[in-house]
Nanobody, 124 residues
């Protein structure tokens, strides 16, 4: 198994930036595609971004393209989500997740491992 812990959430004004981190422990980090998801009360968890095992491929939901960047550092067992030009509608609990896979499918991968989440609040 792999254990995941998010950090970096907080309160930011609209137009601001935050960087989320996801620290992994347990099994070999580079065996997993990594994803970020978010959820607001009363709504289903939605896909935000994903990165392949090597970091060479990424995928984003349309609403964050051009504003968010996902990356990873396999030497540090950490994935990141750089969020810029934040909007109030980005307010949510953000979760990182890991999918043990050979083929990268972005939101289509099966994410079996999840962190506890970190709150991001964007004020208008």
């Amino acid at each position: 198994q792999v254990q995941l812990a998010e950090s970096g959430g907080g309160l930011v004004q609209a137009g601001g930036s935050l960087r989320l981190s996801c620290a992994a422990s347990g099994r070999t980090f580079s065996n997993y595609a990594m994803g970020w998801f978010r959820q607001t009360p009363g709504k289903e968890r939605e896909f935000v971004a994903a990165v392949s095992r090597s970091g060479s491929s990424t995928a984003y939901t349309d609403s964050v393209k051009g504003r968010f960047t996902i990356s990873r550092d396999n030497a540090k067992n950490t994935a990141y989500l750089q969020m810029s030009t934040l909007k109030p509608e980005d307010t949510a609990v953000y979760y990182c997740a890991a999918a043990e896979t050979v083929r990268f499918r972005g939101p289509g991968n099966k994410y079996d491992y999840w962190g506890q989440g970190t709150q991001v609040t964007v004020s208008s």
